[in-house]
């Protein structure tokens, strides 16, 4: 038996910090923001190399309000990816403005700037790149695109804590980065939370309003704004977390790095890092072939799987009224066929992972 996630055994090994972080937030009666959330603000901005940090209810709020704090109206064009988590795509669709989806690079799965470029519009206002399964995007030839065009970059790195190009962490590359910390991500709370990370100080106060009913102390409200709060626990909870995040880093990378050696013969697609690039692989995705029949051996061996994502955003019946059809987006449509998300966590052993590879030999 190995599962695909064992949350488990994360929590077993920090019990004992998570128990006091939680009594310490039950005595103090700060539920809702205060001084945990606070602190793990100040703590996550200078892990992620920014000066501000707004601590959020989760990652989809953090995506809808950078979006509004960085000028994205009803009516206007953003440009982001159909191989995400439909969140993406949703909060654009929220402040009733139109996404533009355009296909990925083959081979890291992210969304390719040659297309992006081509995609802008004068009613373009915002690109969101993912960075998927852990893997930065490629902001270098983005940033060229939003300089040249006066565009700002909102990065969707809901599943790439800590990652890196060029010693440069997500999150501090584009105008704003946008995180989620849901159970199952590489920093995961004990529930929901989010976060809005920038270098920009009038973002940073629009965001710090918006997701407080628009105040900017109590009473006082400037803004229409929402109830996106960040409550107490989750921000105790995250800050005991953020103190084990690099050595889960390594041991997800060292374990992508023995499932990479066991699987070379076997003629896949694996997850694999450009030059200076760091992947922090929040999943383990190769491009199979025969996925169908992989997934029964894996389930006759009481093997975890996941597919992350087996149906693209453009093909989501909930999405048809973007517009597109099958073909559209070829890349994309073959990664939602052919991809398959392998057992992957920190305390995955050795021993496990041999497992999964004899199951799919």
């Given at each position: 038996?190995?599962?695909?996630?064992?949350?488990?055994?994360?929590?077993?090994?920090?019990?004992?910090?998570?128990?006091?972080?939680?009594?310490?937030?039950?005595?103090?009666?700060?539920?809702?923001?205060?001084?945990?959330?606070?602190?793990?603000?100040?703590?996550?901005?200078?892990?992620?190399?920014?000066?501000?940090?707004?601590?959020?209810?989760?990652?989809?709020?953090?995506?809808?309000?950078?979006?509004?704090?960085?000028?994205?109206?009803?009516?206007?064009?953003?440009?982001?990816?159909?191989?995400?988590?439909?969140?993406?795509?949703?909060?654009?669709?929220?402040?009733?403005?139109?996404?533009?989806?355009?296909?990925?690079?083959?081979?890291?799965?992210?969304?390719?700037?040659?297309?992006?470029?081509?995609?802008i519009t004068?009613?373009?206002?915002?690109?969101?790149?993912?960075?998927?399964?852990?893997?930065?995007?490629?902001?270098?030839?983005?940033?060229?695109?939003?300089?040249?065009?006066?565009?700002?970059?909102?990065?969707?790195?809901?599943?790439?804590?800590?990652?890196?190009?060029?010693?440069?962490?997500?999150?501090?590359?584009?105008?704003?980065?946008?995180?989620?910390?849901?159970?199952?991500?590489?920093?995961?709370?004990?529930?929901?939370?989010?976060?809005?990370?920038?270098?920009?100080?009038?973002?940073?106060?629009?965001?710090s309003q918006?997701?407080?009913?628009?105040?900017?102390?109590?009473?006082?409200?400037?803004?229409?704004?929402?109830?996106?709060?960040?409550?107490?626990?989750?921000?105790?909870?995250?800050?005991?977390?953020?103190?084990?995040?690099?050595?889960?880093?390594?041991?997800?990378?060292?374990?992508?790095?023995?499932?990479?050696?066991?699987?070379?013969?076997?003629?896949?697609?694996?997850?694999?890092?450009?030059?200076?690039?760091?992947?922090?692989?929040?999943?383990?995705?190769?491009?199979?072939?025969?996925?169908?029949?992989?997934?029964?051996?894996l389930k006759?061996?009481?093997?975890?799987?996941?597919?992350?994502?087996?149906?693209?955003?453009?093909?989501?019946?909930?999405?048809?009224?973007?517009?597109?059809?099958?073909?559209?987006?070829?890349?994309?449509?073959?990664?939602?066929?052919?991809?398959?998300?392998?057992?992957?966590?920190?305390?995955?052993?050795?021993?496990?992972?041999?497992?999964?590879?004899?199951?799919?030999?």
């Open positions: 038996m190995v599962p695909f996630l064992d949350l488990q055994a994360q929590t077993i090994s920090i019990r004992p910090k998570l128990n006091a972080a939680i009594a310490e937030v039950l005595d103090g009666g700060s539920f809702i923001l205060g001084p945990a959330v606070k602190r793990f603000e100040g703590r996550f901005a200078e892990f992620c190399g920014v000066r501000h940090a707004i601590a959020v209810n989760s990652g989809t709020s953090a995506l809808h309000l950078a979006q509004l704090a960085a000028g994205v109206n009803a009516g206007d064009e953003v440009i982001t990816t159909p191989s995400t988590f439909v969140a993406t795509v949703a909060s654009i669709l929220y402040i009733g403005a139109r996404p533009i989806l355009v296909d990925i690079d083959q081979e890291t799965g992210n969304i390719d700037p040659n297309r992006v470029e081509d995609a004068e009613r373009t206002k915002a690109i969101i790149p993912v960075h998927l399964h852990g893997l930065p995007a490629n902001m270098t030839d983005l940033a060229t695109i939003s300089e040249k065009n006066g565009i700002p970059i909102i990065e969707d790195a809901a599943q790439a804590h800590g990652a890196e190009i060029n010693g440069k962490r997500v999150g501090s590359m584009g105008n704003v980065g946008c995180f989620s910390f849901y159970p199952g991500k590489n920093l995961g709370a004990c529930g929901e939370g989010g976060m809005v990370v920038t270098n920009d100080d009038k973002l940073a106060k629009r965001v918006l997701r407080d009913w628009g105040q900017e102390k109590k009473h006082f409200c400037h803004t229409l704004g929402f109830n996106y709060r960040m409550d107490g626990f989750q921000g105790a909870v995250l800050n005991v977390k953020l103190d084990h995040l690099e050595d889960w880093t390594e041991k997800r990378r060292s374990n992508a790095s023995y499932y990479r050696e066991k699987l070379r013969h076997f003629g896949w697609r694996l997850p694999s890092e450009p030059k200076g690039f760091k992947h922090v692989y929040h999943v383990f995705a190769p491009d199979t072939n025969n996925r169908d029949v992989l997934i029964e051996r006759a061996r009481g093997i975890g799987y996941n597919i992350h994502y087996p149906i693209p955003v453009h093909l989501q019946e909930g999405y048809s009224q973007l517009g597109y059809r099958a073909g559209d987006f070829p890349h994309s449509e073959f990664k939602a066929s052919a991809t398959l998300s392998l057992p992957m966590y920190p305390e995955l052993t050795n021993e496990q992972i041999d497992q999964v590879v004899a199951a799919l030999e």
